[in-house]
Nanobody, 127 residues
Framework: QVQLVESGGGLVQAGDSLRLSCAFS????????MAWFRQAPQAPGTEREF???????????EYTDSVKSRFTISRDNAKKMVYLQMNSLQSEDTAVYYC?????????????????WGQGTQVTVSS
């Protein structure tokens, strides 16, 4: 059974850092493009916002403009893990963060392209 499990969320102060982790239980991790999305509390029911994506070889890395230079996505194919290092957190980063996967080489910014999702982890940044 394919499953993604996120961890690492929490309550932090503005300017702090957090590292999110995502464990992907799948037979073969290679071949999957991985991404992080988020959904802010004031936007329930809307499409989840793309945050960062990484191709299965660790290339084709993309970020949404608001997190460039602050967030870093990485993956460890041997451990079947994906990470999101978040630095200089701002109150606008407060959201539930979701790990997502789709089988394919190219990162996509659309949540509709991802067939596998984790349950989400809450990140709250107080100003």
């Amino acid at each position: 059974q394919v499953q993604l499990v996120e961890s690492g969320g929490g309550l932090v102060q503005a300017g702090d850092s957090l590292r999110l982790s995502c464990a992907f239980s799948v037979r073969t991790f290679s071949g999957y493009t991985m991404a992080w999305f988020r959904q802010a509390p004031q936007a329930p029911g809307t499409e989840r916002e793309f945050v960062a994506g990484i191709g299965w070889k660790g290339a084709n890395i993309e970020y949404t403009d608001s997190v460039k230079s602050r967030f870093t996505i990485s993956r460890d194919n041997a451990k079947k893990m994906v990470y999101l290092q978040m630095n200089s957190l701002q109150s606008e980063d407060t959201a539930v963060y979701y790990c997502a996967a789709h089988f394919g080489a190219i990162s996509s910014r659309s949540s509709y392209d991802y067939g596998y999702w984790g349950q989400g982890t809450q990140v709250t940044v107080s100003s």
